[in-house]
């Protein structure tokens, strides 16, 4: 749903949405790719950590990171920022969003967050996607994956 946010909110972008899980999408035709991830032992989880370990080494592509959390995104978007500067992209933005736990035992136990993210994060979130519109717009890189 946040991804989906991301592509219906975002101006003079055209997106298009890919499943990690299905493999390598070819990143010569676009300009700007995405990468996203629900925080996983406040880092990321191993197939994802897997997937980005895997991915071919690019010049200067412009890239963003973003993450979903729980309750503590901890170094999630660090780590997949970090795994996609190895690969030599150029990183234009970040965020995390606080959205309900998913995790059961944590839910039964702990803390749900049934009613988050919080309005005031639904607009750092919306103002995230505006600045990438305009980071978008000010160059020629309106191709987007993620
Ligand atoms: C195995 C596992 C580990 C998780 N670890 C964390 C964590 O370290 N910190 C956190 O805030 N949320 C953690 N979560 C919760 C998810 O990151 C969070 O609920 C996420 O936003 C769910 O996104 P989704 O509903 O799109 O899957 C974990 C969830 C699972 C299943």
């Known amino acids: 749903m946040a991804c989906q946010r991301i592509k219906d909110k975002a101006k003079g972008i055209s997106f298009d949405l890919f499943n990690m899980r299905d493999g390598y999408p070819d990143l010569n035709d676009y300009d700007i790719v995405g990468f996203a991830t629900y925080a996983c032992g406040v880092k990321v989880a191993q197939y994802v950590f897997d997937y980005m370990t895997g991915l071919e080494a690019v010049q200067d ?44 035992p944590v839910i039964r136990l702990e803390h749900g967050y049934e009613h988050y993210p919080t309005k005031k994060q639904v607009k750092a979130f919306d103002d995230f996607i505006d600045d990438l519109s305009k980071k978008a717009m000010l160059g020629i890189h309106q191709k987007t994956i993620m």
């Open 61 to 104: 592509k412009l890239v963003f990171v973003f993450t979903t959390y729980g309750k503590d995104n901890g170094s999630s978007c660090m780590v997949l920022a970090r795994l996609v500067l190895r690969k030599g992209f150029k990183m234009i933005g970040e965020h995390a969003l606080h959205t309900p736990e998913n995790y059961p």
